[in-house]
Nanobody
Framework: QVQLVESGGGLVQPGGSLRLSCAAS????????MGWYRQAPGNQRELVAT???????YYADSVKGRFTISRDNAKNTVYLQMNSLKPEDTAVYYC???????????????WGQGTQVTVSS
């Protein structure tokens, strides 16, 4: 089984910063892309940022220049540094990983339990 555990959410004032972490544990052949999604009340879950095993990144337009995704492959951990936070960034943030558990099987998506980020004065 593969488990993803997020940490680092909380309450922050507009303009502030937070750093989210997501650690993967379990047994697998390889972890491909890892990423962060978010879901605000009444909205669909949306992609925030992704990073491949080789370090290539993608960001949603709404967070470009403010958020930075990074990854420590030795620790099986992905991070999301969030700067210049805005009230509209308020959401539950979910970690995602595309994991090939066995060599002969296609990769599957795994999700963390989510961590709340609230941006408010």
């Amino acid at each position: 089984q593969v488990q993803l555990v997020e940490s680092g959410g909380g309450l922050v004032q507009p303009g502030g910063s937070l750093r989210l972490s997501c650690a993967a544990s379990g047994r697998w052949f390889s972890i491909n892309a890892m990423g962060w999604y978010r879901q605000a009340p009444g909205n669909q879950r949306e992609l925030v940022a992704t990073i491949t095993s080789g370090g290539s990144t993608y960001y949603a337009d709404s967070v470009k220049g403010r958020f930075t995704i990074s990854r420590d492959n030795a620790k099986n951990t992905v991070y999301l540094q969030m700067n210049s936070l805005k009230p509209e960034d308020t959401a539950v943030y979910y970690c995602n990983a595309e994991v090939k558990v066995r060599l002969w099987e296609p990769p599957s998506d795994y999700w963390g339990q989510g961590t709340q980020v609230t941006v408010s004065s």
